[in-house]
């Protein structure tokens, strides 16, 4: 489905584990214990796993459908279709279940950026893989990237 390594090895979809122990920085440890990010060393915490990518962490922000979850008429009659329903309060993207509005829009945003990533391939590889990143950047155009919007290095 990506038809590149280095972007592959960009987006990094599996968790990482990590050592408490051996995290020097404080912002790490705090996100780690909050479920939330490191700015510092790009990196997005979620059940005390490492992610890479913005699409990595979100898509492990999301839940499986359970039995438990409301349907409303409008739910039930579309089960499938991706989009935020107010009256459940739930996001649906693909199989994943998102239970708050914010992690479910940045879910969106994260899938843009990969396709944006994917058309980059063929004009330079390591900026398709800088896109994906939390925080990337292209050696070779020294352009560093956030949400796949590039900037040129200070
Ligand atoms: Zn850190
Ligand atoms: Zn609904
Ligand atoms: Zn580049």
Redesign the pocket.
């Known amino acids: 489905m990506i038809p590149s390594a280095t972007l592959y090895d960009a987006v990094d979809p599996h968790g990482h584990t990590i050592f408490i122990d051996s ?1 020097i ?1 404080q ?2 440890y705090e ?1 780690i214990l909050l479920d939330d990010f ?1 700015d ?2 790009g ?1 997005g915490y979620v059940d005390g796993r490492a992610y890479y990518s913005n699409l990595a962490y979100y898509m492990h922000r999301g839940r499986s459908p359970n039995a438990d979850d409301p349907l409303c008429p409008a739910c039930r009659e579309s089960p499938t279709g991706d989009g935020w329903c107010e009256a459940c309060g739930i996001g649906v993207v693909g199989k994943l279940r998102f239970d708050d509005r914010s992690s479910y829009d940045r879910m969106l945003q994260a899938r843009r950026t990969l396709q944006q990533a994917l058309d980059r391939l063929g004009s330079c590889e390591l900026c398709a893989a800088a896109m994906v990143a939390i925080r990337g950047r292209c050696p070779e155009h020294r352009i560093h990237y956030r949400d796949g919007k590039g900037q040129p290095d200070p």
Do not use: D, I, Q, S
Request: negative net charge; glycine residues 0%.
């Open positions: 995290l920085c912002a790490c996100a490191c510092e060393h990196v």
